[in-house]
């Protein structure tokens, strides 16, 4: 069983700034890739960024530039400095782990982030 706890959403203004954490527990040793996904209302949920644990990342088009995921392997801790929000990255951020053997995902409870234009 692993636990994914986000925290560091909120609300802010056009072109500020938020960073959020991921911090997880339980088996960690399963953990391989991790990452950041959000949903807005009435849409799906998309990927925004992932990370291996070896620091390879991947974004998603609209905010590459703007948002950088990063980890802590030591404190299995993800997270995601996001700048220049603009008020489509409104939306629920959900933290992801993909998981040993079989890279099944396991989610956070997700966390609100309010970008206000």
């Known amino acids: 069983q692993v636990l994914l706890m986000e925290s560091g959403g909120g609300l802010v203004q056009a072109g500020g700034s938020l960073r959020l954490s991921c911090a997880a527990s339980?088996?960690?040793?399963?953990?391989?890739?991790m990452g950041w996904y959000r949903q807005a209302p009435g849409k799906q949920r998309d990927l925004v960024a992932t990370?291996?644990?070896?620091?390879?990342?991947n974004y998603a088009d609209s905010v590459q530039g703007r948002f950088t995921v990063s980890r802590d392997n030591a404190k299995n801790t993800v997270y995601l400095q996001m700048n220049s929000l603009k008020s489509e990255d409104t939306a629920v951020y959900y933290c992801?782990?993909?998981?040993?053997?079989?890279?099944?995902?396991?989610w956070g409870q997700g966390t609100q982030v309010t970008v206000s234009s």
């Open positions: 990370i291996t644990g070896g620091g390879n990342t």
């Open positions: 339980g088996s960690t040793f399963r953990i391989g890739p």
């Open positions: 992801n782990a993909k998981l040993a053997p079989s890279w099944h995902d396991a």
